[in-house]
């Protein structure tokens, strides 16, 4: 087999000489010099450009980029977050393995435990990543994998990461993180133990509302067999969005800073308004009243870029709240240029009833603001407003 892998690993900078942007290659397949090498790439033995269901140039750029960033050994790139997941879950487990999922999970991951993973013999068990007591008594028993995410969506609680990830190398258990609400350098998983870290690129890596992708980031020991599943299931980021997330990536650290400030801003002034009017919590991870401030501090380079606040009168006065914006957008996901306004209720935990989201710490009257450019100032006036109605 090649030593080389064949999907994105770290690279030094672009040359500044020649073109300054990566040509978009379409091509679904490459013509080779001889047959020796048509048999070597098809084998698995030669990288480069073969068939694009295998890899090609614009997205192991892309995957390039986020090793670096994530400091790890390679990326392999998918055509959407839940690509990615399933694909990270789907690649190490299968029928009698046990599979510990975190209950405070996105709701695309919670289905897939629920609805798929049985369905190929997989024991899934959740627990609670807010009581890691709940991970201590499942763990008593042989686990594969622990899959959980940090910052949770929506409430915006943090999970202390080296707590999980200590207790699953102790017992040879493999973590799984979406990192997708705070993707480095807000929070490098990595570095805390975790042996693959899962973004939905949609979202700040894109950065502009305009690609679906996902990726997956760790050690080539688990990467290579990650890579191997994408290759037979046929779930590779196309070249047109790779070549988009490229153009993004410059403006990462830019963006990432001036979200993280809106966000900020915009949950100070909101934690104004409690008690004076419909506001009755804010929650933020940068707020030093935060209930995980101490793990904040240890693994997190700021709050991020999402801020939620609960209104009293539950669901109808959040959903007249939600219609009274005129700057905020009403539209799932975050991570853009354009600030975005969800109800949980009915998005991300839509599939529980009132019930289990509150059970979750997700009361009816919260609302999910993911922070865009717009200023902080121009942001607050519209949730003012929209308060009004």
């Known amino acids: 087999m090649s030593s ?17 942007v990566a040509p978009l290659v379409r091509a679904t397949t490459s013509g080779q010099p001889d047959t020796e090498a048509l048999r070597a790439c098809g084998a698995g033995e030669r990288s480069g450009d073969f068939y694009q269901r295998v890899g090609h140039a614009n ?14 050994d390679g990326a392999v790139a998918f055509a959407s977050g839940m690509a990615a997941m399933t694909a990270a879950i789907l690649t190490f487990a299968g029928a009698g393995n046990r599979v510990l999922i975190a209950e405070e999970i996105y709701g695309g991951t919670s289905g897939l435990a629920n609805v798929d993973l049985p369905r190929f013999g997989v024991h899934v068990e959740r627990f609670s990543s807010l009581d890691l007591s709940t991970l201590d008594r499942a763990l008593q028993r042989p686990a594969r994998l622990v899959v959980f995410e940090t910052p949770i969506n929506p409430t915006l609680r943090v999970i202390d990461l080296r707590a999980v990830t200590d207790r699953c190398r102790e017992l040879g258990v493999l973590s799984i993180l979406d990192g997708t609400f705070a993707p480095p350098p807000i929070q490098r998983a990595l570095q805390h133990g975790v042996d693959l870290v899962v973004h939905s690129a949609t979202k700040f890596f894109g950065g502009h509302s305009d690609v679906l992708a996902g990726v997956v980031a760790g050690r080539h020991a688990l990467l290579t067999s990650i890579d191997g599943f994408r290759r037979r299931t046929g779930a590779i980021l196309a070249p047109d969005p790779a070549w988009l997330l490229c153009r993004s990536w410059p ?14 801003e915009l949950a100070l002034r909101l934690r104004e308004l409690v008690g004076r009017g419909p506001i009755v919590g804010v929650s933020y991870p ?7 401030r101490a793990v904040i501090e240890r693994q997190m380079s700021g709050g991020g870029c999402v801020v939620s606040f609960e209104v009293a009168g539950g669901l109808p006065r959040a959903r007249a709240v939600l219609d009274g914006f005129h700057v905020i957008a009403r539209a799932a996901s975050l991570g853009g240029v354009e600030s975005l306004a969800t109800l949980p209720a009915f998005t991300t935990h839509a599939a529980l009833d009132a019930a289990a989201r ?12 993911a922070v865009g450019l717009e200023g902080a100032a121009i942001l607050f006036e519209d949730v003012v407003q929209a308060l009004a109605h």
């Open 59 to 72: 997205g192991r750029q892309f995957e390039s980029l986020v090793a670096e960033l994530e400091g790890a």
């Open 251 to 264: 403006t990462l650290p830019l963006r990432l800073q001036a979200q993280q400030a809106a966000a900020m």
């Open 358 to 369: 509150a059970r979750a710490g997700i009361p009816d009257g919260l609302i999910r603001v």
């Open 4 to 20: 080389e892998p064949l999907y994105g690993t770290p690279r030094v900078h672009r040359d500044p000489i020649g073109p300054l």
């Open 286 to 292: 940068g707020l030093p009243e935060h209930p995980d």
